[in-house]
């Protein structure tokens, strides 16, 4: 009896649990099957049940492929040269360079303390630009004990991946086979000069007034010590600094005539240094101690004019220097010229802290991209500020005056400045089931805490951004009756928000809802309406379902005028969209 018992009370117990448990797995079921095929239908369209496919990936509308290279996109690459149109290397007397491969790069090393070695590839267009330059400083150098080679990459991916080659052209220097990446120019020039300070003392001796003075009719930027002695510890850290400062010839003399000729009074107590430039600011006297460090550092806080002219040529300078943070004058040229003085007034409080730059905004190869960049527009002048270590814009407001850039600067550097961030205007009425996003209303709408949204940074020019709004735009039809839902895009062209980072277009960002002090979520999926739909009901913070489609019996036709009966006598409509 008492075993029997026992089996009603399991039994009741498992029954129960069962009842439980079948209405959850019935329920995910049912979400997991969940018809979605009227996705890819028009909204407000009936469909004929009877005449739709089985619902299969790929019924999707799918993302399409874009092999062709968007015209518009602004993007260059070096790409393989196709089988068709193989390509020709053009005639370079490069005898001088040594060929290397697996096979005889051991024995190079080994048998020279001193040696570059360029990794190329035969289509690549940097490659080939440097290759008469390479070639020229190869046949200067060979006299002096440096041999120059080079190494086809694409044959010996050994010694490629030995030496962790990830782009073209790679080039080393050599040391006793210590290999360290080539910093300078690529071109004959800075070739020589490099190799020539890495391989020899880095100062030349100014011994006469004749040596002198072809010195400063050649050279733009000069550094001359006067020592006490042209060998020796004052030497040796002359000879230290030249080697970390690669666009700067270093000097020494103990001629108090050549001293004079260079702007140093010979009566000063040695040692002393002078730079020279051919700039507004033409002399820089040293007076800190005479070491490696303190000379390196007024050398490269000083060797800039105190306004940079924008261009492909002084980039580098600017983006290579160890200095940061940069003040900018836009400007047309016409009006330059009554505000670069001003610049260059303030330029001199900040020497070593910032780098003072004009961009000519009506030069459509350096300028204006320059000026989109930072969201200028018109003939100025504005000024802007930039920190290279965060990528963060400021702006001044006010005249372009000597007191209102030295304020500016001031608290730009003393990070009292709040970032500026690009914004087009914010739209006057923003009805659409896609919501138009700007820099000024971001807050607003994307950081709304109760709502989820879903985002697309995309540019104009962008070809799969194009191919996308179709689809875009079917999905924000569906979705339109869901309050907690907003679907929204953004042009990352003219328009920036720190929560809004993209590396490419179009950018896709989800930001749930009570979670917006987050970084948003990346949406990573397929470029559909229902892959879409899908990673919103799986990320969404606040729940929602659309109404399904509403069945209509023949004999009880829908009072609805573009119901369509079906073969089997049951039309579907698709209803609006409502939130539970």
């Given at each position: ?309 924008f261009s492909r040529e002084s980039a580098p300078s600017i983006f290579e220097s160890s200095i940061k943070m940069h003040l ?80 500016f600067a001031e608290d730009f550097l003393a990070g009292r400045l709040k970032p500026f961030y690009k914004s087009d205007p ?155």
């Open positions: 009896m008492t075993s029997f018992r026992c089996f009603l009370v399991l039994s009741l117990v498992s029954f129960l649990l069962l009842s439980t448990v079948l209405p959850s797995i019935s329920t995910n079921d049912e979400q997991d099957d969940e018809d979605l095929r009227f996705l890819e239908e028009t909204e407000g369209k009936s469909v004929d049940i009877a005449s739709l496919p089985h619902l299969s990936d790929s019924d999707d509308d799918q993302f399409p492929d874009n092999d062709e290279e968007d015209e518009d996109s602004g993007s260059e690459q070096e790409t393989g040269a196709s089988l068709s149109d193989p390509y020709k290397a053009p005639q370079i007397d490069d005898k001088d360079v040594v060929v290397l491969t697996q096979g005889n790069f051991s024995d190079f090393i080994k048998n020279n303390k001193f040696g570059m070695v360029e990794f190329y590839a035969p289509w690549c267009g940097h490659c080939q630009s440097l290759a008469p330059e390479y070639a020229a400083a190869a046949t200067e150098l060979k006299g002096e004990g440096v041999l120059l080679a080079k190494v086809d990459a694409t044959q010996e991916d050994e010694l490629a991946e030995e030496y962790d080659v990830e782009a073209f052209p790679t080039i080393y220097f050599l040391v006793d086979g210590k290999h360290t990446l080539y910093p300078a120019a690529r071109n004959k020039d800075a070739i020589v000069t490099w190799i020539k300070k890495q391989i020899g003392p880095g100062i030349y001796n100014v011994t006469t007034l004749d040596d002198a003075e072809r010195i400063l009719t050649s050279e733009s930027e000069v550094a001359l010590g006067y020592l006490n002695s042209l060998v020796g510890p004052e030497s040796d850290e002359l000879a230290a600094t030249s080697k970390l400062l690669d666009d700067i010839k270093f000097y020494q003399t103990m001629n108090p005539d050549v001293a004079k000729l260079f702007h140093i009074d010979p009566e000063v107590k040695r040692p002393a240094l002078v730079l020279l430039k051919k700039d507004a600011e033409k002399i820089c006297h040293f007076d800190g101690l005479f070491v490696k460090t303190a000379i390196s550092e007024f050398v490269t806080s000083n060797k800039l004019p105190l306004v940079t002219i900018l004058l836009f400007a047309t040229l016409n009006i330059s010229e009554k505000y670069i003085p001003v610049l260059q007034e303030a330029a001199k409080l900040f020497k070593g802290k910032l780098i003072s730059i004009y961009v000519q905004v009506d030069n459509e190869e350096s300028g204006k991209p320059v000026a989109n960049f930072f969201g200028v527009s018109g003939n100025g002048p504005t000024i802007r500020a930039y920190s290279g270590d965060d990528a963060k814009k400021f702006a001044m407001n006010g005249d372009v005056t000597f007191n209102n850039i030295k304020a914010i739209p006057e009425t923003n009805n659409e089931d896609v919501k138009e996003v700007v820099g000024d209303n971001f807050d607003e709408i994307v950081l709304d805490e109760s709502k989820d949204v879903l985002l697309e940074i995309y540019a104009p020019w962008c070809g799969h951004c194009r191919s996308l709004e179709p689809t875009y735009n079917k999905l924000a039809q569906h979705l339109r009756g869901i309050n907690s839902l907003v679907i929204a895009k953004m042009d990352g062209t003219t328009n920036e928000h720190p929560k809004a980072k993209s590396a490419g277009f179009p950018t896709m960002l989800f930001f749930p809802a009570g979670k917006k002090s987050f970084d948003p979520m990346k949406v990573n999926t397929g470029r559909t309406v229902v892959d879409f739909y899908k990673f919103l009901k799986e990320h969404a913070t606040i729940p929602f379902n659309l109404k399904k489609a509403v069945l209509v019996p023949k004999d009880k036709p829908t009072k609805t005028s573009d119901s369509k009966v079906g073969r089997k006598g049951i039309a579907m409509k698709i209803d609006s969209i409502q939130s539970d």
